[in-house]
């Protein structure tokens, strides 16, 4: 989710590679981790510690270690994102969130992050696709029709978003998205 809506804000600002992908990819990488940081701590405290001491073996150690992360799947996954999965693979619905095989669950909390990316991407999209409109008819009413529109509306789209603190806003509403 985080590296989608990153790419549709940049998109969104019509900027085909400022900033870079890479710098995008790392960004993406660095927020999930900051995100995701919780779960890991669980997952290492519960299952690799006890494993690296020997307490667990290896099955033991991943049958509890799997706990925190199916947790946040589940907290985050949309019911109905289960029940095409579960369709899908031919199987009959789980009758409690506790009984959904991780192999249902991963795809549909992709599929949920996915849809929550494209509904803050299209929120992010609006304010720039206005700028856009109100610059090509401001053009088009002074006969100025061999002039990009981009050309004139790219700096009042990056005045808009760097007065609003864009990337602060991005950043926070996808980890609050989390919470």
Known sequence: KVFVVLALTRNALGLNS????QVLAGLALFLSLFIMAPVLSDVNEIGVQPYLSGDLTFQEALGVGIVPLREFMLSLTRESDIALMTRAAGMDNPAT?????MTTLMPAFMLSELRAAFIIGFVIFVPFLVIDLVVSGVLMSMG?????PVMVSLPFKLLLFVLVD???LIVTALIGSYG
């Open 18 to 21: 400022t900033p870079p992908t």
């Open 97 to 101: 969130p506790a009984d959904v095989p």
């Open 144 to 148: 100025m029709m061999m002039l990009p």
């Open 166 to 168: 864009g990337w602060g």
